[in-house]
């Protein structure tokens, strides 16, 4: 696992064996960053990792100059290697152990992106509870993005604030965001315009 840009572009990092993840894989994280990077200038966002297993997003988003970075993972294993790694680089990550479900019941936060890769096994309706509850209890900034990582086999898009979906190879990330209202994209439409 290496990442892919950023100041510690070209770092490799090794989890050990045991962990329970499945990694995002570099093609798709590639891509996943080049969509990111013509919505946001990374410096200084809020940004909130759930399901983070390795960690993996996460340093991506710290090299890249966002801080601070809350990592949200069940596993203890997975929180204790993200708190030595985040250590190793001097990268301002906050690791939690807490149930996905429980953490964002609780939250009192608000973040600029959030990105979730729940294990892909998981049922249809969690993965809509995992949005539902972002949006319920507003943990996601007006302009922010919120991402899913899933297979193909689950269906995202008949979700309110559903905004887009990209495939690579088996994953798709769906892409969530507050509906503009029709004020704001006549705004943007005479930016593009003039």
């Not at 045991?18 to 200084?44: C, G, Q, Y």
């Not at 009192?108 to 979730?116: C, L």
Request: glycine share 6%.
């Amino acid at each position: 696992m290496r990442i892919i840009s950023g100041k510690y572009k070209g770092r490799r990092i090794s989890p050990p064996k045991n962990l329970p993840v499945r990694p995002t894989t570099d093609m798709s994280k590639e891509a996943l960053f080049n969509i990111l990077n013509n919505h946001f200038n990374f410096s200084e966002l809020k940004v909130l990792d759930l399901f983070a297993g390795t960690g993996n997003i996460s340093y991506e988003f710290a090299s890249r100059g966002c801080e601070p970075i809350t990592s949200v993972d069940g596993d203890m294993g997975c929180i204790n290697f993200i708190r030595k790694t985040a250590q190793e680089f001097d990268f301002d990550i906050t690791p939690i152990k807490s149930d996905v479900f429980k953490f964002l019941e609780k939250s009192k936060g608000s973040y600029d992106i959030i990105f979730a890769d729940p294990p892909y096994g998981m049922e249809q309706k969690e993965f809509e509870k995992v949005i539902q509850l972002v949006f319920e209890n507003e943990l996601l900034e007006e302009d922010g993005m919120m991402v899913v990582e899933h297979s193909k086999h689950t269906k995202l898009s008949h979700m309110d604030n559903f905004s887009f979906d990209r495939n690579y190879g088996g994953s798709v990330f769906s892409f969530f965001e507050f509906e503009q209202s029709e004020e704001e994209m006549e705004e943007e439409e005479d930016e593009t315009d003039s």
